[in-house]
C-alpha cells in the first residue's frame, strides 16, 4: 500500500517525518521536494489577466448565470 506523509527535509537532508510511520519492514521511499511561499500560486496569477478575457464576455456571464444568485436572464 502506497502512503503520503508529510516532511521537512532541513539544509542539511535531513527528513523529518510529522507524523509517526510504523512499518514491520523497511521500505522504499521516494522524496519529492516543493516549493514554498507564494511562488507556487506564481502560474495562477500570471494567466488571471488572461483568462479574465475570456471569463469576462457576456457569453460567459450568461453560460454562469444560473450559478449566481440575482443574474439569472
Given at each position: 500500500?502506497?502512503?503520503?506523509?508529510?516532511?521537512?527535509?532541513?539544509?542539511?537532508?535531513?527528513?523529518?517525518?510529522?507524523?509517526?510511520?510504523?512499518?514491520?519492514?523497511?521500505?522504499?521511499?521516494?522524496?519529492?521536494?516543493?516549493?514554498?511561499?507564494?511562488?507556487?500560486?506564481?502560474?495562477?496569477?500570471?494567466?488571471?489577466?488572461?483568462?479574465?478575457?475570456?471569463?469576462?464576455r457576456?457569453?460567459?456571464?450568461?453560460?454562469?448565470?444560473?450559478?449566481?444568485?440575482?443574474k439569472?436572464?
Open positions: 500500500m502506497m502512503q503520503t506523509i508529510e516532511a521537512v527535509i532541513d539544509p542539511n537532508g535531513t527528513v523529518r517525518l510529522l507524523e509517526p510511520v510504523r512499518l514491520g519492514v523497511s521500505k522504499r521511499a521516494l522524496v519529492t521536494i516543493m516549493e514554498e511561499g507564494p511562488e507556487a500560486n506564481d502560474a495562477a496569477l500570471l494567466s488571471e489577466a488572461a483568462l479574465a478575457e475570456d471569463w469576462n457576456p457569453e460567459e456571464e450568461e453560460a454562469w448565470a444560473h450559478l449566481q444568485p440575482g439569472s436572464s
